[in-house]
Structure formats: C-alpha cells, structure tokens
Nanobody, 115 residues
Framework: QVQLVESGGGLVQAGGSLRLSCAAS????????MGWYRQAPGKQRELVAT???????NYAESVKDRFIISRDIAKNTVALQMNSLKPEDTAVYLC?????????WGQGTQVTVNS
C-alpha cells in the first residue's frame, strides 16, 4: 500500500505557473508507475504526466512542452511543474501510483486558471 498527499494547487492567471508536489509514504522506486491525472467538472479523468518504474516519462499531448514531471527518490516525492497555464487546465489534479497489484490515489488538489 501507499498513501499519497498532494500539495501546491491554487488559483493563477492564464500564462502563469504552478508547482504541484506529491509525497508518497513509501519508497517510490518500487512503484510501477507514478504521476498525475486530472479531472475537470463533467469530464473523464485523464492522464497528465507519469513516470514508469524505469524512469521513462509520459505526457498528455495537451501539456507537452508546458508541464514537466520530476521525482526526488530520496524524498519519495513526485512534482509537476506547470507553465503557460491555460483556462482549460482547470481541474482537480490527483497523484496516482500503480503498485502492480493495485492503484492508489491522493485526495486531489484544485488548480484553477483564470482567463
């Protein structure tokens, strides 16, 4: 099992930046995949950016070249640097961890981008 705690959401103007952080309760090297999803009102949850166990990153097309996912293995954290934010990035952002035998989610953090 793993507990995930997000931080760093908030309100920002279009074109601004925010940094999200997710702290895991265990060593993240043993996790199959870990990263960020988001869910906007009335929409399906979608992948934003993730790390695989080997360190490969995957990004949604809509955030490539704007968002950067990073991890600090010593601190068991995964961060998401979000730049050039757009109103359509407004959503609840959720940290996700796939342990192979189960998927775990954080409680989510709200990101609101005003035009």
């Amino acid at each position: 099992q793993v507990q995930l705690v997000e931080s760093g959401g908030g309100l920002v103007q279009a074109g601004g930046s925010l940094r999200l952080s997710c702290a895991a309760s265990r060593n993240i090297l043993g996790i199959n995949a870990m990263g960020w999803y988001r869910q906007a009102p009335g929409k399906q949850r979608e992948l934003v950016a993730t790390f695989t166990r080997g360190g490969t990153t995957n990004y949604a097309e809509s955030v490539k070249d704007r968002f950067i996912i990073s991890r600090d293995i010593a601190k068991n954290t995964v961060a998401l640097q979000m730049n050039s934010l757009k109103p359509e990035d407004t959503a609840v952002y959720l940290c996700h961890a796939d342990l192979g035998y189960g998927a775990y989610w954080g409680q989510g953090t709200q990101v609101t981008v005003n035009s």
